[in-house]
Structures are given as structure tokens and as C-alpha cells.
């Protein structure tokens, strides 16, 4: 079983900058692409930011200079830095990552946390 756990989101002024973490624990052998995607009420899934295993980035041009997206393989966790925060920023924030829990098998499986709550006030 694997798990993604986020942390880091919270409330925060306009201009403001949050950090936020994503965990991955359970039965893994390898972790390729990771994200970070966004939902506001009423709007669709977005992606904000991707990462491959050869920490090759990608961010949509409403993120593109303000948020950084980074990994850390030695403990299974994705990064987004956020800063210069926007009220539009105001979402609840998901980690995903593709794993490959087994070395057994060639499958990879595209998991999801929980989502973090970020708030921006203005």
C-alpha cells in the first residue's frame, strides 16, 4: 500500500509565500514523474507544477516564476514553493507521483493525497 501525505498549507497575505511537502510511504520500489495540481471551488483539477525523476520541471504560465517544484528521492518527497501568492493561488493543493511498488512487476500506478488547503487573503 502506498500513501501520499501533504503538509505545509495554511493562510496566507497576498505577496506571502508557503512551502509545501509531500511524503510517500508504503511498499515502493521506484518513483518516477511527480506533480502538484490545484482546485478551487468550482473549477476543474489544474496542473501547477511536474517534475520528472530527471528533475526535468514544467509549470503553466500562471505559476511560471513564482512556484518551484523540487524532489528529494532519498526521502520519497516533492516540494512546491510558492511565492508572490495571488488570492487566484487560493485552492486545495494535491500531490501526486507515479510509482512502481513492486520489483517484480514492470506496472507503474498514479497516486494521490489527501490535498492541503492554501488561502490567500487579500
Known amino acids: 500500500q502506498v500513501q501520499l501525505v501533504e503538509s505545509g498549507g495554511g493562510l496566507v497575505q497576498v505577496g506571502g509565500s508557503l512551502r509545501l511537502s509531500c511524503a510517500a510511504s508504503?511498499?515502493?520500489?521506484?518513483?518516477?514523474?511527480m506533480g502538484w495540481y490545484r482546485q478551487a471551488p468550482g473549477k476543474q483539477r489544474e496542473l501547477v507544477a511536474h517534475?520528472?525523476?530527471?528533475?526535468?520541471?514544467n509549470y503553466p504560465d500562471s505559476v511560471k516564476g513564482r512556484f518551484t517544484i523540487s524532489r528529494d528521492n532519498a526521502k520519497n518527497t516533492v516540494y512546491l514553493q510558492m511565492n508572490s501568492l495571488k488570492p487566484e493561488d487560493t485552492a486545495v493543493y494535491y500531490c501526486?507521483?507515479?510509482?512502481?511498488?513492486?520489483?517484480?512487476?514492470?506496472?507503474?500506478?498514479?497516486?494521490w493525497g489527501q490535498g492541503t488547503q492554501v488561502t490567500v487573503s487579500s
Open positions: 501526486n507521483a507515479r510509482i512502481r511498488p513492486n520489483i517484480n512487476l514492470p506496472y507503474t500506478y498514479l497516486y
Open positions: 508504503g511498499s515502493i520500489f521506484s518513483i518516477n514523474d
Open positions: 517534475i520528472t525523476n530527471n528533475n526535468i520541471t
